[in-house]
């Protein structure tokens, strides 16, 4: 079974400046997927950014970018120039390959953003 | 396209009884998965369908059961309902057989389920 680790509960950021969000998983599979996904006060959960492992390139997506550490099983999320609506619940998420978006979560990390 | 659509958005039951919630997927996908989302916590798997077949299962107990219609929409029942049942109950839709980065799963906003 695989497991995902958030270990900031909270954290908080000035607007404009750069938060790291940390996430550790175990697995032995090879082929899988890490995912970070926002969840606002709307309770609807939105795709960040994603990760193939296979894939040593770290994605990117605008202001958000991810630092994948696969050997050591790490998966961290950088926000730069923080914005208020960046505040929301933050979830790093594992996906088995072919498991057909059968996800696992960690317990999530809440960030505020201060203005 | 309406997304995900989840009903009803919030739900009080007591204790023993039964509940049915419901989910239509976005438009395309086919696999619809149901995930429960206790206060504080992640969302945790409870069971995944597609060609109207129960195709994968999280650790939850036979009182969670499902269901999916032929226009791919899904239903989560769940029977003799204990205070521990209390969450936030999420949908989620993907097409079924594409993965990463091809295609992605949406979620619906949820059914706050709260048992007294």
């Known amino acids: 079974a695989q497991t995902v680790t958030q270990s900031q509960p909270e954290m908080s950021v000035q607007e404009a400046e750069t938060v790291t969000l940390s996430c550790t998983y175990d697995t032995s599979e090879s082929n899988y997927y890490l995912f970070w996904y926002k969840q606002p006060p709307s309770r609807q959960m939105i795709l960040v950014i994603r990760?193939?492992?296979?894939?040593?390139q770290n994605a990117t997506e605008n202001r958000f970018s991810v630092n994948f550490q696969k050997a050591a099983k790490s998966f961290s999320l950088k926000i730069s120039d923080s914005q208020l609506g960046d505040t929301a619940m933050y979830f790093c998420a594992f996906m088995r390959g072919g498991s057909n978006y059968k996800l696992t979560f960690g317990k999530g990390t809440l960030l505020t953003v201060n203005p | 396209d309406a997304g995900v659509t989840q009903s009803p958005t919030h739900l009080i039951k007591t204790r023993g009884q039964q509940v049915t919630l419901r989910c239509s997927p976005k438009s395309g996908h086919d696999t619809v998965s149901w995930y429960q989302q206790a206060l504080g916590q992640g969302p945790q798997f409870i069971f995944q369908y597609y060609e109207e077949e129960e195709r994968q299962r999280g650790n939850f107990p036979d009182r969670f059961s499902g269901h999916q219609f032929p226009n791919y929409s899904s239903e989560l029942n769940v029977n003799a309902l204990l205070l521990g049942d209390s969450a936030l109950y999420l949908c989620?839709?993907?097409?079924?057989?594409?993965?990463?980065?091809?295609?992605?799963?949406?979620f619906g906003q949820g059914t706050r389920l709260t048992v007294v």
């Open positions: 990760q193939e492992a296979y894939k040593q």
């Open positions: 989620a839709s993907s097409p079924t057989g594409l993965f990463p980065p091809n295609t992605e799963a949406f």
